[in-house]
């Protein structure tokens, strides 16, 4: 199966993509697709999260209301994955292409979460698009769900 759409990004091909659209490559903006791009696999990120690690590297600040602009436009591009945790609030990653795409199976009591593959949703996802005359730039699942601990601390004693 091919990238479906999805491609990774680099500072070049951001460049590339935010000239096209008017836009330009900030600092700002090179500084948050850096961080996400080094980040662990299976790492999730709040926009309060990223401004805390910011906040740490004294040379590399960023407001958090321009973090907050700059996730979100990355996600309506399709560089980050903008996630529903059970957090209460959005989680970003970086949308990478397969085989590294993946899905999320989300503890609603403890928010343990596990990143899972299955390449027919993410199929099923591009051929829909594809049939609609879409332009895929995400497709995920996340199940909600109660983990083994959890349902055992819900048994009665």
């Known amino acids: 199966m091919k990238s479906v759409g ?3 990004y680099t500072a070049d091909s951001l460049k590339s993509e935010l000239n096209d659209r008017g836009w330009r ?5 090179e500084t948050i697709l ?7 696999r299976g790492k999730h990120l709040s926009a309060e ?20 602009r700059t996730l979100k436009l990355m996600a ?12 209460g609030h959005k ?15 989300l503890c609603v009591r ?6 899972f593959k299955n390449d027919s949703i993410l199929k099923m996802g591009s051929n829909t698009a594809k049939k609609e005359g879409y332009h895929l730039l995400d497709c995920q699942l996340t199940i909600h769900a109660v983990c083994p601990t959890c349902q055992r601390s819900l048994m009665p004693i």
């Open 34 to 40: 850096s961080i996400f791009q080094n980040l662990a």
């Open 25 to 29: 490559l900030t600092p700002q903006r």
């Open 6 to 8: 999805m491609s990774l």
């Open 110 to 115: 403890c928010n343990k979460t596990i990143e």
């Open 76 to 87: 309506r591009m399709g560089i980050l994955r903008e996630l529903e945790l059970a957090e």
């Open 49 to 68: 999260d990223l401004y805390n690690l910011l906040e740490s590297e004294s040379d590399r600040k960023i407001s958090l209301s321009t973090i907050y």
């Open 91 to 105: 989680h970003y990653e970086l949308n990478q292409p397969y085989p590294y795409h993946h899905h999320h199976l």
